[in-house]
């Protein structure tokens, strides 16, 4: 199999993992997956907020993501139950503009990673070996087309075809590197 072929099968995999990621962002399946975790981020400490001015950032995403979990279902008509709408309007009472605004536009870039990236695909377990695969496949590439007889090729042709591999492999790196450090 040479690096032509290689870098086809990457590029089928990658352009699969994208039709998988609208596939989850549909909205039957972010509201399947809103049905099936309800109570997600239910364990966060709501009484402490607001008194420490420098929270822990780790704080402030566990009530992100509490809130989302209860704010999703509005998206696909599923409304928050008593008990969550009287925990957000007491939450909320709490806090000022500032602050309210700030986790509302969290919430909001939340929403927008769901519908509109490959988070929901990324972070999956396929979705790991998705990327691990492709990333070995890469690296193969470049190193068949390093090791291969050029004999023919002009220098630019072979100069330009390792930069592109080699770019490929770094914007993978970077990519991954992203999504680690993403909260």
Not at 9 to 18: D, M, P, Q, T
Not at 53 to 68: G, I, S, T, W
Request: proline share 2%; hydrophobic share 45%.
């Amino acid at each position: 199999m040479g690096p032509v072929h290689l870098i086809f099968a990457a590029g089928v995999i990658k352009y699969g993992e994208r039709t998988r990621a609208l596939y989850l962002a549909s909205l039957e399946n972010f509201k399947e997956s809103t049905i099936k975790m309800p109570n997600q981020g239910d364990d966060v400490d709501l009484a402490s907020v607001g008194q420490d001015e420098e929270e822990d950032n780790d704080k402030k995403l566990a009530r992100v993501f509490h809130f989302f979990q209860i704010v999703k279902g509005l998206i696909v008509d599923i409304m928050p139950n008593h008990s969550q709408r009287l925990e957000s309007r007491e939450f909320f009472l709490k806090l000022d503009a500032g602050s309210a605004f700030e986790l509302i536009s969290c919430e909001l870039t939340l929403l927008y990673e769901v519908f509109y990236t490959k988070i929901l695909a990324a972070n999956s377990s396929w979705g790991v070996l998705i990327r691990s695969v492709t990333f070995y496949l890469y690296v193969v590439a470049l190193v068949l087309f390093c090791t291969a007889n050029k004999e023919g090729m002009h220098n630019t042709d072979v100069w330009i075809t390792n930069a592109l591999l080699a770019g490929v492999i770094v914007l993978d790196t970077v990519s991954e590197l992203m999504l680690i450090n993403s909260n």
